[in-house]
C-alpha cells in the first residue's frame, strides 16, 4: 500500500513514518513524502496513492486548495494543529482527524476506522449511478460550438471536434483540420453537456474526442499516454490519469 504524507515540518513527518514504519495493522510498501501544495499538486497529477495524511497548513498555503487543482478520490486522513477546520476538511473523503500531537493509539485508531471503511464500502454502485446519471438523452447533449474568429461567430461541429484542452484561464477547443480557437466555458462544466459516447475527460486538462485518438502507448499499468491527432500544441504528452484508465480504456474500446 502506498502512503503519502503532505507534511512540512520534518519533525512531524519523521514521527509519523516512524509510527507507520512500525505499526501492523495496515502493510506498507512505499511512503511519499510531499513537502509542500506545489509539491502535492504535481505528484497526484500522475501519481496515486492508497492514503493520503495531510497537515492543513503548509509553507506555501492551505493543503485544502490541493483539491481545487487535482481530483483526488484518495481517503485522507487530516493531522493538523488547529480544530477549527474539523467541519471543513469533512467534505473530503476524509478517515479521521488527528490533532497534533497525537499518540501512537490515535493514529492505530484513525488506521482501523479505514481498514473498516475501505472493507464495508462497495464503490461499485455509486459509479454505475454516477455513470447513469453521466449517460444522459441525446437530445440534451451539445452537437454545435460557437467560437469567435476575428469579429464573426463560427460553429463547430461535434464530430470536427479533435479535443478541448484547459491552458492557463482559458478553455480551448481544437478541431480535426488544425485551428484552434478560445472556447468560453470550463472543463468542469463542458464535460456535462458533451455525448459520453464521443467525448471522455481524460485527465483534468484535456476532453477528447475517440475519434482524435491515433495511438495509445502503455508505458506501465499506471501511465497510459495517447496520441493525438492533431498534435496539442502545448501539453504535447497527453496522458490518461491513474483513477479514469480502466474507464478511458473501455470507452476506447466500446
Same mark, same amino acid.
Given at each position: 500500500?502506498?502512503?503519502?504524507?503532505?507534511?512540512?515540518?520534518?519533525?512531524?513527518?519523521?514521527?509519523?513514518?516512524?509510527?507507520?514504519?512500525?505499526?501492523?495493522?495496515?502493510?506498507?510498501?512505499?511512503?511519499?513524502?510531499?513537502r509542500?501544495?506545489?509539491?502535492?499538486?504535481? =505528484? =497526484?497529477?500522475n501519481?496515486?496513492?492508497?492514503?493520503?495524511?495531510?497537515?492543513?497548513?503548509?509553507?506555501?498555503?492551505?493543503?485544502?486548495?490541493? =483539491?481545487?487543482?487535482?481530483?483526488?478520490?484518495?481517503?485522507?486522513?487530516?493531522?493538523?494543529?488547529?480544530?477549527?477546520?474539523a467541519m471543513?476538511?469533512?467534505?473530503?473523503?476524509t478517515?479521521?482527524?488527528?490533532?497534533?500531537?497525537?499518540?501512537?493509539t490515535?493514529?492505530?485508531?484513525?488506521?482501523?476506522?479505514?481498514?473498516?471503511?475501505?472493507n464495508?464500502?462497495?464503490?461499485?454502485?455509486?459509479?454505475?449511478?454516477?455513470?447513469t446519471?453521466?449517460?444522459?438523452?441525446?437530445?440534451?447533449m451539445m452537437?454545435?460550438?460557437?467560437?469567435?474568429?476575428?469579429?464573426?461567430?463560427?460553429?463547430?461541429?461535434?464530430?470536427?471536434?479533435?479535443?478541448?484542452?484547459a491552458s492557463?484561464?482559458?478553455?480551448?477547443?481544437?478541431?480535426?483540420?488544425?485551428?484552434?480557437?478560445?472556447?468560453?466555458?470550463?472543463?468542469?462544466?463542458?464535460?456535462?453537456?458533451?455525448?459520453?459516447?464521443?467525448?471522455?475527460k481524460?485527465?483534468?486538462?484535456?476532453?477528447?474526442?475517440?475519434?482524435?485518438?491515433?495511438?495509445?502507448?502503455?508505458?506501465s499499468?499506471?501511465?497510459?499516454?495517447?496520441?493525438?491527432?492533431?498534435?496539442?500544441?502545448?501539453?504535447?504528452?497527453?496522458?490518461?490519469?491513474?483513477?479514469?484508465?480502466?474507464?478511458?480504456?473501455?470507452?476506447l474500446?466500446?
Amino acid at each position: 500500500m502506498r502512503i503519502a504524507i503532505i507534511e512540512d515540518e520534518l519533525l512531524a513527518v519523521n514521527y509519523l513514518k516512524n509510527l507507520l514504519d512500525n505499526q501492523n495493522i495496515i502493510p506498507v510498501t512505499e511512503i511519499v513524502i510531499l513537502r509542500s501544495k506545489k509539491q502535492a499538486i504535481e =505528484f =497526484f497529477e500522475n501519481n496515486a496513492a492508497d492514503l493520503i495524511f495531510m497537515d492543513i497548513h503548509l509553507g506555501d498555503g492551505m493543503s485544502l486548495e490541493i =483539491f481545487e487543482h487535482v481530483e483526488l478520490f484518495t481517503p485522507v486522513i487530516f493531522i493538523t494543529a488547529f480544530d477549527e477546520y474539523a467541519m471543513r476538511v469533512f467534505k473530503h473523503f476524509t478517515i479521521d482527524y488527528l490533532l497534533k500531537p497525537f499518540e501512537e493509539t490515535d493514529l492505530h485508531k484513525a488506521l482501523q476506522k479505514f481498514i473498516s471503511i475501505r472493507n464495508n464500502f462497495d464503490p461499485e454502485p455509486v459509479l454505475k449511478s454516477m455513470s447513469t446519471l453521466h449517460q444522459a438523452n441525446d437530445q440534451e447533449m451539445m452537437k454545435r460550438f460557437m467560437v469567435r474568429e476575428g469579429n464573426k461567430l463560427k460553429s463547430i461541429d461535434e464530430h470536427n471536434t479533435a479535443y478541448f484542452f484547459a491552458s492557463g484561464k482559458y478553455l480551448f477547443l481544437a478541431t480535426k483540420d488544425h485551428q484552434t480557437y478560445i472556447y468560453d466555458d470550463t472543463i468542469k462544466d463542458i464535460i456535462q453537456k458533451l455525448n459520453p459516447q464521443i467525448f471522455f475527460k481524460i485527465n483534468r486538462k484535456f476532453i477528447v474526442n475517440k475519434e482524435s485518438v491515433t495511438e495509445i502507448i502503455k508505458h506501465s499499468s499506471q501511465k497510459v499516454e495517447l496520441k493525438l491527432s492533431p498534435e496539442p500544441e502545448v501539453n504535447a504528452e497527453v496522458f490518461i490519469s491513474k483513477i479514469q484508465i480502466s474507464e478511458c480504456l473501455s470507452w476506447l474500446n466500446s
